[in-house]
């Protein structure tokens, strides 16, 4: 076995998947107004951008090559409420940053999330009643946001919120309004996880969240089989791609969701995945660019045809220097 791994050139030359910047989606976080950057304490190397700071990073990740941006906002306290109306504001800060990301750099994809956690009073995904979170009541809700999103030109909406027979509805709703050509990324698989804390802080849902989790619409890290009941019932409903997240716990889940269904699949390295590989480095424990590479070449190895990643710029620098 060691003959094909005697030097550079062979194992180069038998190399069963390569790493590119077409495999990496860039997950940012816009704000509305202040300093153009905002460092994210637990995620050291990620800022909060305003929106021309945003048009600059989206010039950046296209010319690396990257296809495309996925977009969170950052929410300040007083435009969160019960019902999540800022969440399908034509103005609000995510139509405004589409909007000018789609004038100004055209070639790039923009996928956003559907989910109202940013936009709650409480921080959960959905709308909330007497300790419930409700299911029809919110994809009421992301319907909206859905053709909000739509309306302002992002091209992949990504439903992250769980709740049941969501895909089908916000397809359905897509098409009655002329919007057959945005596509849907479903959050298939996406477990009630505790490596989400740094993205909390950094779209400010943390505090409103408080103790409360999300177990009863996020899954059980136990279990493996549901994630395909639920691939099934996204890819019945009409979605067009599949993701998996976090990303290194859940390869299993990635590799079993893409042999079942040949769909276009994600994972979606999170941000406590990202913080602990910086923080161990910033410690000297570990090498960050190493195990950066490392980990996205390990995600295309177990059949992830992208990755959402917070490492996609200094992935494509580092994969130049290769
Ligand atoms: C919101 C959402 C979350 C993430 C993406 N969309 C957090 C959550 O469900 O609480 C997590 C991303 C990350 O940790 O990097 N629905």
């Not at 990301?101 to 009073?121: C, F, N, Q, T």
């Not at 909330?128 to 809700?141: A, Q, S």
């Not at 849902?205 to 691939?231: F, H, I, V």
């Not at 067009?240 to 859940?250: E, F, T, W």
């Amino acid at each position: 076995m060691r003959r094909n791994r005697s030097d550079g050139w062979v194992r180069q030359l038998v190399a069963e998947k390569v790493l590119t910047p077409a495999d990496f989606i860039w997950p940012v976080f816009v704000k509305e107004g202040g300093a153009q950057k905002e460092p994210v304490p637990a995620m050291p190397g990620v800022n909060r951008l305003t929106v021309p700071a945003l048009l600059k990073a989206a010039e950046q990740a296209a010319k690396l090559g990257i296809p495309m941006l996925s977009l969170f906002p950052y929410v300040p306290k007083e435009k969160k409420t019960e019902d999540a109306r800022e969440s399908y504001r034509a103005d609000n800060v995510i139509g405004k940053a589409i909007r000018a990301l789609k004038k100004a750099v055209p070639e790039i994809g923009i996928m956003s999330d559907v989910a109202l956690d940013p936009y709650v009073s409480h921080g959960q995904d959905g709308l909330e009643r007497g300790g419930r979170i409700l299911n029809d009541e919110t994809i009421e809700v992301l319907i909206k946001q859905s053709l909000a999103l739509a309306e302002a030109g992002c091209d992949v909406v990504g439903p992250s919120d769980m709740m049941d027979g969501r895909i089908g509805r916000i397809r359905d709703a897509l098409d009655a309004a002329g919007f057959q050509h945005v596509k849907i990324m479903a959050y298939s698989a996406k477990y009630a996880s505790n490596f989400y804390g740094p993205f909390r802080e950094a779209i400010g849902s943390k505090s409103a969240l408080g103790r409360a989790d999300k177990r009863t619409y996020q899954m059980d890290p136990a279990n493996g089989d549901e994630a395909l009941r639920e691939a099934a019932l996204d890819v019945a409903e009409g979605a067009d791609m599949l993701m998996v997240k976090p990303g290194l716990p859940y390869l299993d889940v990635l590799w079993r969701m893409k042999e079942a269904f040949k769909m276009p699949t994600f994972a979606y390295q999170v941000s406590g995945e990202y913080a602990m590989m910086k923080a161990a480095a910033a410690n000297g424990w570990l090498d960050n660019d190493k195990c950066v590479l490392e980990t996205l070449m390990c995600f295309k190895r177990a059949g992830a045809d992208g990755i959402l990643t917070y490492s996609a710029i200094e992935a494509c620098e580092l994969l130049k220097k290769l």
